[in-house]
């Protein structure tokens, strides 16, 4: 009798134990799903373009939509070209690295890709110039050269940098473009690039001129360089 008695004691003690490791599975599976299977994150920009010295905010939008535990921590693959505080990042140098935001919470994370761009010119390695005067607007706004560059671009190298200029009652945006007539390569295709710190806006303009060694534009009748974002 005592003998019964035990095994039935020992098998009440086996199904109990069967039961809690059971419900702690279900348990654990149900957090996991709440918070893996039903949140996604992503950064708000995919890819940034920023010019050397400029700074940028990054933020992070939940799926659904939450008001809560939407806590991240930011890393960047070389803080020696971004530097991080907080969600505020500044292009410290030349360069591409990746930006990351890993969620707190939800064990989810993405990526955005850097590129820290510095444009200057270097005219003497090059023997002529073409200049342009011209009127350049940018999504309806006139350049401001307190948040916008342009400069002109050849094989994928600046060769030229507008600049703001007035002559009395006009102002223009004058280029001094560096290049070769007769390049060894064939003919030099001229493109104007534009970037606003304001909203790091970079891309290429929708015009195109031979390298010619000539002035193009004047002071009356500059060519006209427009660029809307809606349009692409």
Not at 51 to 60: A, C, N, Q
Not at 115 to 136: C, G, L, N, R
Not at 166 to 187: I, L, M, N, S
């Amino acid at each position: 009798m005592r003998r019964l008695s035990h095994i039935i004691s020992s098998l009440c003690v086996m199904t109990l134990t069967i039961l809690s490791v059971t419900s702690c599975a279900l348990v654990d599976f149900d957090f996991d799903e709440k918070l893996q299977g039903k949140y996604d994150m992503h950064i708000s920009n995919d890819t940034v373009f920023v010019m050397l010295g400029d700074t940028f905010s990054l933020s992070t939008v939940f799926s659904p939509d939450s008001k809560a535990l939407t806590a991240v921590q930011w890393a960047t693959t070389d803080d020696s070209i971004v530097a991080i505080n907080g969600n505020v990042f500044t292009a410290v140098r030349p360069g591409t690295t990746y930006v990351t935001a890993t969620s707190v919470y939800h064990n989810v994370q993405d990526s955005c890709f850097v590129q820290v761009m510095k444009w200057d010119v270097s005219p003497y390695q090059y023997p002529q110039e073409t200049i342009f005067y011209a009127q350049v607007a940018v999504d309806d706004d006139m350049f401001d050269p307190d948040f916008m560059t342009i400069a002109a671009f050849i094989n994928g190298e600046c060769r030229g940098l507008g600049e703001l200029k007035k002559y009395g009652d006009v102002e223009v945006v004058q280029f001094r473009v560096w290049g070769e007539v007769k390049a060894t390569d064939g003919p030099e295709i001229i493109r104007f690039r534009i970037y606003r710190s304001d909203n790091l806006l970079c891309d290429f303009m929708p015009y195109s001129y031979f390298f010619d060694g000539e002035t193009h534009g004047t002071l009356s009748s500059p060519v006209i360089l427009e660029y809307s974002s809606n349009k692409q």
